[in-house]
């Protein structure tokens, strides 16, 4: 399985930037995983910001509940990254991961991921 993210940069707070994410090689099976967005800065662990699970519903970490949606297409293999109101607290290096589906439960940890993508950098400046 291959993760190829995209987008990403540097933004003023306040603004928006917009994450892509897709999922390649014959392996990667949407009946067996599902795609999340993680993020993690030098000085924290990679923590899970927001996935689709299985049955389409989207789910976000505490922080970003309101300003990120996370979207993906109908074939399962691109996940979308939709981030306003963006804040210094959100700069980090975003990546895109697989989780199996019977990890869903603590799909926000690092454990429970299949594969990572290189990630990208979302710098946000004050």
């Known amino acids: 399985v291959q993760l190829k993210e995209s987008g990403g940069g540097s933004v003023q707070s306040g603004g928006s930037l917009s994450l892509s994410c897709s999922a390649l090689g014959d392996t990667y099976l949407p009946s067996l995983y599902f795609l999340a967005w993680f993020r993690q800065t030098s000085d924290k662990e990679r923590e899970g910001v927001a996935a689709?699970?299985?049955?389409?519903?989207?789910t976000y970490a505490d922080s970003v509940k309101g300003r990120f949606t996370v979207s993906q297409n109908n074939a399962k293999n691109m996940l979308f990254l939709q981030m306003n109101d963006l804040k210094p607290e959100d700069t980090s290096m975003y990546y895109c991961a697989t989780v199996p589906h019977i990890s869903r439960a603590s799909w926000y940890l690092s454990p429970a991921v299949g594969h990572w993508g290189q990630g990208t950098q979302v710098t946000v400046f004050s």
């Open positions: 689709v699970l299985f049955d389409g519903t989207p």
